[in-house]
């Protein structure tokens, strides 16, 4: 279990202690944070929290035991389908998960402590009353296959397109990834943009496939 600030200020906090499933974090600064569980076994799940002076009571969070629709690396025979080739919009709107396998995301490419695929959107994903931004964090994605080549210039044409006059992006900005996409558990979808805090944590992550560590929250 770790506590991670809203607007990225500093490093995750783990819980100082653990027993019968109870989690403890001591000394932490007022503010509004993300309380998130990864391990082994268990779906990553997502919470959001506002810290004030004095003890907090977060209550009873519950987690959910990875079964064969949340992770390829779980499923005895493999998923066969064709690839999707989808917007960053359109993949966190559906929440395509990796149990789909593979998926190309098409999207603004930004650079940065975590290189992300953005784009604007208009719902956004919400924990409670955190918001997370229209992006997919990036944890060594490849380059999508040949016989995928029109499919995603197609989608980065409407892309490019689709902008307000005047503000579209830099055509060399507009990129698809190709690889394994995942989302915590806890997210819900609202109308952009009405959450009471905004997060710079990416809502979801595109991994290479042959990666094991799967956690959106780094």
């Known amino acids: 279990m770790r506590l991670a600030p809203v607007d990225g200020s500093g490093p995750s906090k783990d819980a100082e202690s653990a027993s019968q499933g109870q989690f403890e974090f001591l000394d932490v600064p007022p503010g509004w944070y993300i309380l998130y569980f990864a391990a082994n076994g268990f779906r990553e799940t997502v919470h959001a929290i506002q810290i004030v002076d004095g003890a907090n009571e977060v209550g009873r969070i519950d987690v959910r035991i990875f079964a064969c629709s949340d992770s390829p690396s779980v499923c005895d025979v493999p998923c066969v ?4 080739v989808l917007s960053v919009c359109e993949a966190l709107e559906a929440r395509v998960g990796v149990c789909a396998g593979p998926v190309v ?7 940065g402590m975590d ?26 994605p ?5 016989l995928l080549r029109d499919k995603v210039e197609k989608k ?5 397109n689709g902008g307000p006059p005047g503000a579209q992006p830099r ?3 507009v990129v698809g990834l190709y690889g394994n996409l995942s989302f915590p558990a806890g997210l819900t979808s609202a109308p952009c943009c009405s959450a009471a805090v905004e997060t710079a944590l990416p809502p979801a992550r595109l991994f290479g496939v042959g990666e094991k560590d799967l956690r959106v929250i780094r």
């Not at 389908?81 to 999707?84: D, H, I, K, L, Q």
């Not at 490849?142 to 040949?146: E, V």
């Open 171 to 173: 055509p060399e900005r």
């Open 142 to 146: 490849s380059q999508p296959p040949d």
């Open 105 to 111: 995301i098409v999207g603004i490419f930004k650079s």
């Open 115 to 140: 290189d992300t695929l953005r784009l604007d959107c208009p719902f956004q994903l919400i924990t409670g009353e955190v918001g997370w931004p229209s992006s997919i964090g990036l944890t060594r």
């Open 81 to 84: 389908r064709p690839v999707p």
């Open 156 to 160: 980065r044409q409407e892309i490019l």
